[in-house]
Nanobody, 118 residues
């Protein structure tokens, strides 16, 4: 059964850091790549970072150099270390496999809210 549980969000001041974690069921985690996505109010969900099963990573230009994605293939978890946070990083953050994310009306977890504000 598909399951995604995101955690670690919160309120942080500009320039601060947060570490997000995602626990995924094997049926999702065993996909060729996992990603962290975010959706800000009034905007479409966007992919901010991805990592393959072999741990190759890719980042959106807006977060490159500030965010780091990692995975634990034993625990079926994916993490996102976010540093130098900016107000424009405010959004609900979700993790998912790239394949599941491409499916219209596919499964998503509840997400975790990140708010960057002074």
């Amino acid at each position: 059964q598909a399951q995604l549980v995101e955690s670690g969000g919160g309120l942080v001041q500009p320039g601060g850091s947060l570490r997000l974690s995602c626990a995924a069921s094997g049926s999702i985690f065993n996909d060729y790549a996992m990603g962290w996505y975010r959706q800000a109010p009034g905007k479409q969900r966007e992919l901010v970072a991805s990592i393959t099963r072999g741990s190759s990573t890719n980042y959106a230009d807006s977060v490159k150099g500030r965010f780091t994605i990692s995975r634990d293939n034993v625990k079926n978890t994916v993490n996102l270390q976010m540093n130098s946070l900016k107000p424009e990083d405010t959004a609900v953050y979700y993790c998912n496999s790239l394949s599941m994310a491409a499916i219209k009306d596919g499964y998503w977890g509840q997400g975790t809210q990140v708010t960057v504000s002074s």
